[in-house]
């Protein structure tokens, strides 16, 4: 590694208002003992150090109080996850109406695709990336066979022009024309989960409405990575998980999204429970459903406390870093990310689109020998990675726990590995 690489790190480290975040982290330990240089945050974010300590106060609460906790606790567990509501629409652009923290993410793709997926005869369609993560291909296929269609002809994938590893806005954007008024739902995962390419939404986004369809997002990849303005986009749902970029741990709850001007239609059909029903008359048992005026109105069951506290844990580390610093130091680091990765390109090719709006924090490279051996060899450096077989080997340097000099030291490695 040229030294005056290594020496721009160490002054972008020593000038970087956000560095003080990291220490708010437990690193898993290298071979060696050190902490490991840590870019699998885009898979498992790592522990917020408060998150044991939130979630100690509700197992105490819970020891202290039984079922009184409800109402008695610190944090009482009826209205509790309404403390995740408001950080939560802060970091995907929502207003907090708009938001629910609740199950996890395909349960609440499905839940959304209830009520946003009511194919008719003519517009029965879905589009998605043929690059989607499988999880929300199964769902949209099952979700075409439950209304009696054939997922061969009711989904359709937007594929790269051949050579091509990425999706270039003007296809998908031509694809949906000429699809017309036989889509019902276009989903798009933002950020791709394998390429890393940020989709165009506002573009996408009116494609989509042009042709009368529905518009979602899938944001595993996106919310904690990107700055993201849902309401203002025009998004009509959307959905995610909080064990990525949001770091409140392994299966954690996810989010949805609807937007505002679903809120309160009577005629849009939905999955219902008791926790999407008005707070007022909750505990009367009333025999009809009577729907929040909020995505809360999609809430089925009364949610978990504990990841929810481990969750509040790290929003709360989000609102210190505040979104703009945040995205400034993420795209400082993923420039220098790329720097370090050129001189490897013969054997680690970088996928991931160049321009910064069209990417987050994540380069995915293809290498030549094999992705899982790449990152095997990488974690007995002290390195933790991950791959997407055959080929892709992803790294992640997320703004709020990674350090520049841990990018030059994993050219270092790289150096040793590829
Ligand atoms: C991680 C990820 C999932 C995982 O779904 P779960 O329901 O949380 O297990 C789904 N879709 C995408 C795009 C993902 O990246």
Redesign the pocket.
Known sequence: MPMSLHQRALTLDATDPLAPLRAEFLFPRAPDGSDALYFAGNSLGLQPRRAREYVLAELDDWARLGVEGHVHGRHPWLPYHELVTEPMAHLVGALPSEVVVMN???VNLHLLLVSFYRPTRERYRIVIEGGA?P??RYAVASQARLHGFDPHDAIVTLEPRPGEDLLRTEDIVSSLERLGSSVAVVLL?QVS?LTGQAFDVPAIGAAARSIGARFGL?L??GAGNLRLSLHDDDVDFACW?SY?YLNSGPGSL?GAFVHARHLGDPSMPRLEGWWGHDKATRFQMPRTFVPIPTAEAWQLSNPPILPLAALRASLELFDRAGPLALRQKSVALTALLEEVLAPHAARAQVLTPRERDARGCQLSMRVTSGARAVVERLGARGVIADAREPDVVRLAPVPLYTRFADLTALGDVLSHVL
């Open positions: 996890t993410l395909t993560f999880s929300d995962g989960y899938d595993a990849h998980c990525k996810g």
